[in-house]
């Protein structure tokens, strides 16, 4: 089973992943995480692409998808892959729907974490204090926040489209939409 986790910064796709790993035995892959390690690690890739992060915009579509080929075609993870924070573009959709066919395989469920501007700000700032991420202020979270808004639309109606879309209320509490979420899982599981 392969599922996507979709929602803006701070919508807690990174918290519900890491459920979602433990109960499912899945593995996680968090776009995010992977750009940060290129960032610490001062690799090539991470000069180029610290600005574009803290600005809150988005890396192009090129890296990121480079990022996810490398994960699919790794046996390990074969059918057992959480995206997080990926696609986050048409053109991603349709690559990760691509990639995932040359490696025999596709999406199962998407997962949309529905939030709030004010939810977002309240989340990211707590975080802040947490995580102590570059892009973690206010001011880029809004940001981030119009960003995902810009390109998330073409990215839901196209899972709309092909009938893998699941909203749930992120606004409730953690264990809520734990339960919420399994209960989705459950349900295509059969
Ligand atoms: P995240 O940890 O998912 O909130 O991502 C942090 C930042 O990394 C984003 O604001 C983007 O600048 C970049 N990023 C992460 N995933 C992607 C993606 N799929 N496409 C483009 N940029 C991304």
Do not use: W
């Amino acid at each position: 089973m392969n599922i996507v986790i979709f929602g803006p910064p701070g919508a807690g796709k990174g918290t519900q992943s890491k459920f979602i790993v433990n109960k499912y035995n899945l593995h996680q892959l968090s776009t995010g995480d992977l750009l940060r390690k290129e960032i610490k690690n001062k690799t090539k890739l991470g000069s180029e692409i610290s600005s574009i992060i803290n600005s809150g915009e988005l890396v192009s579509d090129k890296i990121v998808s480079n990022l996810i080929e490398k994960f699919i075609s790794n046996d390990t993870f074969k059918n057992k892959i959480i995206f997080d924070g990926y696609p986050r573009t048409l053109i991603q959709a349709m690559n990760l729907d691509d990639v995932l066919k040359k490696y025999k395989q596709k999406i199962d469920i998407v997962l949309k974490l529905s939030v709030s501007l004010e939810t977002v700000k309240k989340r990211i700032l707590q975080r802040q204090t947490q995580e102590n991420r570059a892009d973690d202020n206010e001011e880029i979270a809004i940001k981030r926040y119009k960003t995902y808004e810009k390109s998330s639309e073409s990215v839901l109606d196209y899972y709309k489209q092909s009938n893998l879309l699941k909203v749930v209320n992120g606004e409730t509490g953690i264990s809520e939409i734990n339960s919420e979420i399994s209960g989705l899982i459950d349900t295509i599981k059969g």
